[in-house]
């Protein structure tokens, strides 16, 4: 997971993150004041003018392309979002304004990955991760809505039956159910996370009002049971150690 203090929703340009880049994982790509292109908005231009204010904040929309620092990747990353010039601090001594500019990101292109996604994660499961990761600059309720699509995703991929015959009927099984079933046959540890990412999806299907903290616990619980459930890692050790054995060294 990479660290929550790069994932503020927003910031100011002279303390701009160091995000990671999505194509590469290895290099750093940064907002600098120099690269941004600026765009006053309509709304904030006619509110200047009204109130005759030179201490009215200033916003903007704004874009910039993001290059990778890694010699080998260098590979480019559009964001674009909202921005706000605003008064930061006051001089006490001086009485003299400081002014900041806050940058609020709303979308990246290629998104940055919040949470590792590995090459044996099944497609699907990959590209619904993706969308979590746009969704989470936008729409955190709609983000925490996506995760939780997720879940029903990875049951249906490790073939947790949908429906039950109740009374000879066809009864769609709940989501909670599912997982219950998943514990049953697999992992019970794994089906109690599972749960867990289940409450902080819900949040987001009934309340506009969920938070980023939440919803990043939800990718962190994610992100063990994806590792869990598809051990990439695991298996590929285990697969050098048998050979090591077999053969008495490495080669
Ligand atoms: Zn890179």
Not at 212 to 223: A, D, H, N
Request: aromatic residues 10%.
């Amino acid at each position: 997971m990479i660290r929550e203090d790069c994932l503020n929703t927003f910031f100011k340009i002279s303390n701009s993150p160091n995000w990671s880049c999505p194509s590469c994982n290895k290099g750093i790509i940064k907002l600098k004041k120099e690269d941004l292109k600026l765009f006053e908005t309509r709304e904030s231009y006619f509110s200047r003018i009204e109130f005759l204010d030179a201490l009215y904040p200033t916003r903007y929309r704004f874009s910039s392309f993001l290059t990778c620092s890694d010699k080998e990747c260098q590979d480019t990353v559009i964001v674009t979002g909202n921005a706000e010039h605003d008064i930061d601090d006051v001089n006490t001594e001086t009485g003299v304004q400081i002014w900041e500019l806050y940058i609020f990101p709303q979308y990246f292109n290629p998104s940055l990955e919040i949470i590792k996604v590995e090459s044996n994660y099944p497609e699907k499961i990959q590209s619904l991760l993706k969308s979590t990761f746009e969704l989470f600059w936008i729409d955190l309720s709609s983000c925490a809505n996506k995760i939780r699509t997720t879940l029903e995703v990875l049951l249906d991929q490790q073939k947790i039956k949908k429906i039950t015959i109740k009374n000879r009927k066809k009864t769609k099984l709940t989501l909670d159910a599912r997982i219950s079933l998943f514990g049953n046959s697999r992992n019970q540890q794994v089906s109690d996370i599972l749960k867990a990412i289940k409450w902080i999806g819900n949040e987001g299907s009934h309340s506009s009002n969920i938070d980023r903290k939440s919803v990043l616990m939800g990718f962190k619980l994610l992100e063990y049971c994806l590792d869990e459930i598809f051990p990439a890692r695991k298996k590929e050790i285990l697969r050098v150690a048998k050979q090591i054995n077999k053969h008495k060294k490495y080669k």
